[in-house]
C-alpha cells in the first residue's frame, strides 16, 4: 500500500508538472464559438462541463464550487440571475475572472474559498467537478484532479447551502457510481438521474490525448434533497 500510494503521488506530480508545461504553451480553448484562455496551474475543461448549465434557470442562484478557469461559470451566468463562482485556488480565481470578462458577465460574484468555508447562503443550483484521484498533494493549485477531502466535504455540507427544492449536479467517472449514491443517501440526498456527459469533439478528443486525460467515462449525477430531509430542515427552522 506505501508503495502504491508513493507511485500515485509520483505519477500525480509529474503530470501536475506536465499539463502546467502543455498549458503554458497551449493556453487557449474554444467552447461554443468562444475562445477561453488557462493558466497553468488551473484545470482545462476538456469533458464538456459547461453543459451542466441546462439544469440553471433565468431566476436560480447558482454555486459553481471549485470554478478553475471559469468557464462553466461564464456559461451559467449567462442563464442564471446570480452565480457565485469559488475556489481554493487565488490564481483559478484571477483566471474565472478574465473568462467571465469574454462573456460580459455582470452578474458573478468571486470568491477564494475552501469549499464552502467562505461560502454564505443557499443556492438553487450547486455545480461540483470534483477532483477525479484521491490522492493527498501540497499547493491550492495541485487541488483540481486530486484530493482526498472534496467528496467528504461535498457531502456532508452541500445540505446546508442546498435550497429545499434546490438541485446538486456532480461531475464524475460513471464508474463510482455506486461510491455517489452511497454518499448521496447517507447525506439526505437522492440521485434522481444519471446521465453521460455528451460526446467529445474531434478538437476536444485530440486535447484530452496531449492532456492524458481519457478513460475517464464522465457523468453528470444529478441529486435532490430527500422529501424527509427537507422536511427535517423545515423543522429546524421554525
Not at 503530470?15 to 502546467?20: E, S, T
Not at 468562444?34 to 464538456?48: D, I, M, S
Not at 463562482?85 to 480565481?93: K, P, Y
Not at 470568491?111 to 493527498?136: A, E, Q
Request: glycine share 6%.
Amino acid at each position: 500500500m506505501f508503495l502504491y500510494e508513493m507511485y500515485k503521488t509520483g505519477l500525480t506530480t509529474f503530470w501536475y508538472w506536465y499539463v502546467g508545461k502543455l498549458t503554458a504553451i497551449w493556453p487557449n480553448i474554444k467552447i461554443n464559438g468562444h475562445t477561453f484562455r488557462v493558466y497553468p496551474g488551473v484545470y482545462k475543461p476538456l469533458e464538456n462541463e459547461h453543459t451542466a448549465v441546462q439544469f440553471c434557470k433565468k431566476e436560480d442562484r447558482v454555486l459553481d464550487l471549485g470554478c478553475g478557469s471559469g468557464i462553466t461559470t461564464a456559461f451559467a451566468a449567462k442563464v442564471a440571475k446570480e452565480v457565485v463562482a469559488v475556489d481554493i485556488s487565488e490564481r483559478a480565481i484571477k483566471n474565472a475572472r478574465e473568462n467571465c470578462a469574454v462573456l460580459n458577465c455582470k452578474n458573478v460574484e468571486f470568491k477564494k474559498s475552501d469549499m464552502f468555508s467562505n461560502v454564505d447562503g443557499k443556492f438553487n443550483v450547486i455545480l461540483s467537478n470534483p477532483p477525479y484521484l484521491s490522492t493527498d498533494l501540497k499547493g491550492d493549485d495541485r487541488q483540481f484532479v486530486t484530493s482526498v477531502k472534496y467528496l467528504p466535504t461535498l457531502f456532508s455540507k452541500v445540505s446546508e447551502h442546498l435550497e429545499d427544492n434546490g438541485t446538486l449536479l456532480v461531475q464524475f467517472p460513471g464508474w463510482f457510481k455506486s461510491k455517489l449514491v452511497k454518499l448521496a443517501n447517507s447525506h439526505g440526498l437522492e440521485v434522481v438521474s444519471i446521465k453521460p456527459m455528451p460526446a467529445k469533439s474531434l478538437y476536444l478528443s485530440l486535447l484530452s490525448l496531449a492532456y492524458m486525460q481519457v478513460g475517464f467515462r464522465s457523468t453528470l449525477f444529478v441529486m435532490k434533497k430527500k422529501k424527509s430531509a427537507v422536511g427535517n430542515d423545515s423543522k429546524k427552522v421554525d
